[in-house]
């Protein structure tokens, strides 16, 4: 069974800092795709940013993007110019090919300070 | 275009009773599926619907039924609840023959439950 792993139960960083957001995950599958959503206190999970497990070329969003590591089965998300309006929960996901199941890691608490 | 909506927002039970939320998907979606997000975990897949059927299902019991109306909005329907059932429920609709994860996964904002 796929799993999914955030070792960073809170963070806090400055506004206008980096801060980058661990995730692990394990699957058998060689064909899949990574997510990390946002939810804010409002509690609206919104879609921050995706990764399809064929391509090597690490995707990017404007502020957000991810250092994906297939091998290491690894999907680290990077938020430059942090925000305040940053401020959330963020969960890593996982997507098997063919299904509709989005497993979710524990999250990671996000502050940013102002 | 107003996006996935969810009723009702918060509701409380007593262990025992029987409950039903409801989702309407955001427009030109077919698809629905529901999560359970216990206080500080992450979502938990229970099921999804399409074309009216059960298309897939998480690791809950059976008390946790669904049902998915001709114009695909969703209900979520609890049987004797627990005290564990207590959580933030969320759905998310999308279109069956979208793009996996992303035009498949838009959020509505949640029923938050508590059971006594």
């Known amino acids: 069974a796929q799993t999914v792993t955030q070792s960073q139960p809170e963070m806090s960083v400055q506004e206008a800092e980096t801060v980058t957001l661990s995730c692990t995950y394990d699957?058998?599958?060689?064909?899949?795709?990574l997510f990390w959503y946002k939810q804010p206190p409002s509690r609206q999970m919104i879609l921050v940013i995706r990764?399809?497990?064929?391509?090597?070329q690490n995707a990017t969003e404007n502020r957000f993007s991810v250092n994906f590591q297939k091998a290491a089965k690894s999907f680290s998300l990077k938020i430059s110019d942090s925000q305040l309006g940053d401020t959330a929960m963020y969960f890593c996901?996982?997507?098997?090919?063919?299904?509709?199941?989005?497993?979710f890691g524990k999250g990671t608490r996000l502050h940013i300070l102002p | 275009d107003a996006g996935v909506t969810q009723s009702p927002t918060h509701l409380i039970k007593t262990r025992g009773q029987q409950v039903t939320l409801r989702c309407s998907p955001k427009?030109?979606?077919?698809?629905v599926s529901w999560y359970q997000q216990a206080l500080g975990q992450g979502p938990q897949f229970i099921f999804q619907?399409?074309?009216?059927?059960?298309?897939q299902r998480g690791n809950f019991p059976d008390r946790f039924s669904g049902h998915q109306y001709p114009n695909y909005s969703s209900e979520l329907n609890v049987n004797a609840l627990l005290l564990g059932d207590s959580a933030l429920y969320l759905c998310?609709?999308?279109?069956?023959?979208?793009?996996?994860?992303?035009?498949?996964?838009?959020f509505g904002p949640g029923t938050r439950l508590t059971v006594l």
């Open positions: 998310a609709s999308g279109r069956a023959g979208g793009f996996p994860g992303t035009d498949t996964q838009y």
């Open positions: 699957t058998s599958e060689n064909n899949y795709y």
């Open positions: 990764q399809e497990a064929y391509k090597q």
């Open positions: 996901a996982f997507l098997s090919t063919g299904s509709s199941k989005i497993i």
């Open positions: 427009s030109g979606h077919d698809t």
């Open positions: 619907y399409y074309e009216e059927e059960e298309r």
